[in-house]
């Protein structure tokens, strides 16, 4: 920081594809494009007086929500923490938007519901206000290709689990206390996955300094039986969260 206030960066001499500012706190995301640094230069970065438009998050029975802001062309972008009401300052762009519904079980442990919070892209324009909404009741649905099948066909399963307006649910995860496990501060050798009965825990070592808490990834379970009532699919694995699984069975 210099005596300024501003921010200072060494950086090779290039044209870069944008340059990027943003608050977790006070909920904004700014960009300038097409930054040409070939000398000593000062990026402005004041939402006055940038096109900007805001995203206002409505959320039903959730108080928590990871909001993610994707532009099209990046494959990186942070993660706010918002609640019911918020609004987001966001340079005037197209984005991709994604969510991570939040809830604390009374045991302590942590809820993550990873959603796509809008099936195409969402275009900010400067001075408008885009609202999402997200949370109340998961709705699940399983949709075969056809109404009968021979014999030894492959069947198309289509899934979808979304919440109460219709944002795709694509994966659910907790963290909490590991049973069994003694804590050993400044552990930092990560255990390899392991998958038990369709769910993968594992313990990041490298990122935290006790081992006695991880993360779990949850999926759903398909079952499927013949007429006769035999199982022909019985699955729970993030193929069931892929939108498409597909069986064949005599």
């Known amino acids: 920081m210099s005596s300024a206030g501003r921010h200072l960066a060494d950086v090779a001499p290039l044209t870069y594809k944008s340059v990027h500012a943003w608050s977790w706190s006070s909920l904004y995301y700014l960009f300038e494009p ?15 007086e940038m096109p900007t438009g805001q995203i206002s998050i409505g959320l039903s029975d959730f108080t928590r929500m990871g909001f ?15 609640e019911d009401e918020s609004r987001v300052v966001m340079s005037a762009a197209i984005y ?36 999402i909404q997200a949370g109340g009741n998961f709705i699940a649905s399983t949709t075969p290709d056809k109404s009968q099948y021979s014999p030894g066909e492959t069947v198309t399963i289509s899934n979808l689990v979304t919440d109460g ?6 994966g659910v995860q907790t963290w909490g206390t590991k049973t069994g496990v003694a804590s050993k501060p400044n552990h ?26 991880e993360w779990q990834v949850i999926y759903p379970r398909l079952v499927v039986t013949d007429p006769d009532g035999n199982k022909v699919v019985d699955e729970n694995s993030r193929d069931v969260w892929a939108g498409l699984f597909l069986q064949s069975a005599s």
């Open 96 to 131: 991709h938007v994604d969510g991570k519904l939040l809830k604390t079980d009374t045991e302590g442990k942590d809820w993550h519901y990873a959603l796509e919070l809008a099936d195409s892209a969402i275009t900010i324009a400067s001075g408008t206000t885009v609202n």
């Open 165 to 170: 307006f219709g944002n795709r649910l694509e």
């Open 188 to 213: 930092l050798a990560a255990l390899a996955p392991q998958e038990h009965e369709g769910e993968i825990s594992f313990s990041p070592g490298a990122l935290q300094s006790a081992p006695s808490y």
């Open 68 to 82: 993610i802001p994707r532009l099209e062309d990046m494959h990186a972008a942070p993660d706010f923490e918002v």
């Open 34 to 48: 097409n930054v040409a640094l070939s000398e000593d230069t000062i990026i402005e970065f004041h939402a006055a």
